[in-house]
């Protein structure tokens, strides 16, 4: 049986049709599915502008541009793998730690299935309950963590989690494996100049803005791949990596971050990774008035789809 397919731009016109990622089929859950494209819309966990409750309605909606050939690899993901929207986790938007149970709870029942989770978010809380999730399955897998924030706080304002805790409380817990961590494009001020240093001394590989300003990303995709090998690995994309030229619309943007180029770069090369699920997180659509940050969004999940085992490249 032919793999679902986008619903194309000739059947129905763009401005049309379900409002599902790349205007594919929705499904209620995630059986019988490769992939599994999954929204989590939640802003409780964020500490600075909110928003991003609205981020998976506007990464659908501007993914209705996306077509289903990656012209600049050739890789024909719907040819070789089942997926669909099987739309949004029904979180508690009164209460943060509800929500983490349930979203736990979801990503079991998803990962049971047999289904690789793609997220769209959703504020970045929502990694820390999907990773408890894949440990289940996986152990401690490997992380690539591209942001602009290294996510490790001890608490904010007394709370163990929201979305500047996930990565401390992950490795506290043991869902990570420490020194298959990569952390891409941190950078701004700091409460402490050791402030991106605790991570290093756990393990993690920290690779500031600063030292990939003006360069092609291939090379370091590389050495991630060569780091993690076989190992299962979580790919968690904050839009915030983006500088806010490419992407303002986003609860706590820094300037001087990676391009849209970049980006993809970082991405693509990554390919051949054994890949477990991806998330895109803190798309703040009250701040994105153009809809570029959500459409960028959009073609930056599409492209972790592409490179997922099982994709065929023509």
Excluded at 68 to 90: R, S, W
Excluded at 119 to 147: F, N, S, Y
Aim: charged share 20%; with cysteine.
């Amino acid at each position: 049986m032919m793999p679902n397919q986008p619903l194309g731009g000739n059947e129905m016109p763009r401005f049309g049709g379900p409002n599902t990622f790349m205007r594919l089929p929705a499904a209620k859950d995630a059986e019988g599915l490769d992939v599994a494209f999954v929204g989590v819309p939640m802003d409780i966990g964020a500490s600075w502008r909110s928003g991003t409750r609205f981020g998976p309605k506007a990464i659908r909606a501007e993914s209705a541009m996306l077509r289903p050939y990656n012209m600049g690899t050739g890789a024909a993901p719907f040819d070789g793998l089942q997926c669909a929207d099987i739309g949004d986790v029904a979180i508690n938007t009164f209460d943060l730690k509800d929500s983490v149970l349930r979203i736990t709870k979801a990503y079991d029942a998803i990962l049971t299935s047999g289904a690789l989770p793609m997220t769209m978010g959703g504020d970045h809380t929502l990694t820390l309950p999907i990773l408890r999730a894949i440990a289940k399955k996986h152990g401690p897998v490997a992380l690539v963590h591209v942001d602009a924030h290294a996510d490790i706080n001890e608490h904010m304002f007394g709370e163990a989690i929201a979305h500047g805790t996930p990565f401390r409380r992950a490795y506290e817990e043991g869902l990570i494996n420490p020194q298959k961590v990569w952390q891409i494009g941190l950078r701004g001020t700091g409460y402490t100049a050791e402030d991106f240093n605790e991570a290093r001394g756990w393990g993690f590989n920290v690779v500031q803005a600063e030292e990939i300003w003006q360069k092609p990303l291939g090379p370091l995709a590389e050495q991630v791949k060569a780091q993690i090998g076989e190992t299962p690995v979580y790919i968690t994309y904050d839009i915030d990596s983006l500088d806010p030229a490419y992407a303002p619309g986003t609860g706590t943007p820094e300037i001087c971050g990676l391009t849209t180029p970049q980006a993809v770069q970082l991405i693509r090369g990554l390919r051949g990774l054994n890949i477990v699920g991806c998330d895109l997180v803190e798309v703040s659509p009250p701040y994105d008035t153009s809809g570029n940050t959500a459409l960028t969004a959009a073609n930056l999940l599409y492209e972790m789809l592409c490179i997922l085992p099982g994709v065929p490249v023509r």
